[in-house]
């Protein structure tokens, strides 16, 4: 049990929609990262936030966007929904109070788009 | 740019064997690297990491990692495989140079671990 928690745990769009995700951060954490874990494949960094501003992004489009809420909790929306951007989504969250601050992943959103 | 190389997509090994499975960097500075399991239809957990303190790591559930520079490889194991280690597991690296927030983890593509009574 890591404190982090993900909603909602599974969830079935069709193509074109779109989708918000969401991620409660452990108690006091200040940085949010998500991740895209495509089927039989290591996850992906999309991009991280840090005390509610964007802090870098992998290589993913910008119908990927976020958000990070004062209580440090966040959002992962995803526009115009692609058959490839059905996956694990796994938010995580650290304390950024040094070089040496684990990371605590959530359970993750399975997103399946038809 | 850093990246991960996972050597075998699947390990099985008997309980009670040593487990051993592989995990090579390639980082243009020194990395941080850490292992992660995932079990089915969970998130990861971390099960070690290394900040450049001691090269050989220890992790939860009696796991550990050496870090051998001169062959840019950070191998997971344990001495003695138990059913309950069957998971999925992923080597990641990320760059220690970071102004704020949390470094950005690459992962590699994960070995699936299965353990044979």
């Known amino acids: 049990e890591t404190g982090v928690t993900q909603s909602p745990t599974h969830l079935i769009k069709t193509r074109g929609q779109q989708v918000t995700l969401r991620c409660s951060s452990q108690?006091?954490?200040?940085?949010v990262s998500w991740y895209q874990q495509a089927l039989g494949q290591g996850p992906q960094f999309i991009f991280q936030y840090y005390r509610e501003e964007e802090n870098g992004r992998g290589n993913f489009p910008p119908r990927f966007s976020g958000l990070q809420f004062p209580n440090y909790s966040s959002e992962l929306n995803v526009n115009a929904l692609e058959l490839d951007d059905s996956a694990l989504y796994l938010c995580?969250?650290?304390?950024?109070?040094?070089?040496?601050?684990?990371?605590?992943f959530g359970p993750g959103t399975r997103l399946l788009v038809l | 740019a850093q990246s991960v190389t996972q050597l075998g997509s699947h390990v099985s090994v008997s309980e009670g064997a040593l487990v051993l499975l592989r995990c090579n960097y390639s980082s243009s500075v020194p990395p941080y690297l850490f292992w992660y399991v995932q079990y089915p239809n969970q998130g990861l957990q971390l099960l070690l990491k290394y900040t450049s303190a001691a090269t050989l790591v220890k992790g939860i559930n009696g796991f550990e990692a050496e870090f051998k520079k001169s062959e840019t490889s950070f191998h997971l194991t344990k001495p003695s495989a138990h059913m309950s280690d069957a998971a999925e597991y992923f080597c990641?690296?990320?760059?220690?140079?970071?102004?704020?927030?949390?470094?950005?983890?690459?992962f590699g593509q994960g070995t699936r671990l299965t353990i044979n009574p």
């Open positions: 108690s006091g954490h200040n940085t």
């Open positions: 990641a690296v990320s760059d220690r140079v970071r102004i704020q927030g949390a470094q950005k983890l690459v």
């Open positions: 995580a969250s650290s304390l950024s109070a040094g070089t040496q601050e684990t990371q605590y």
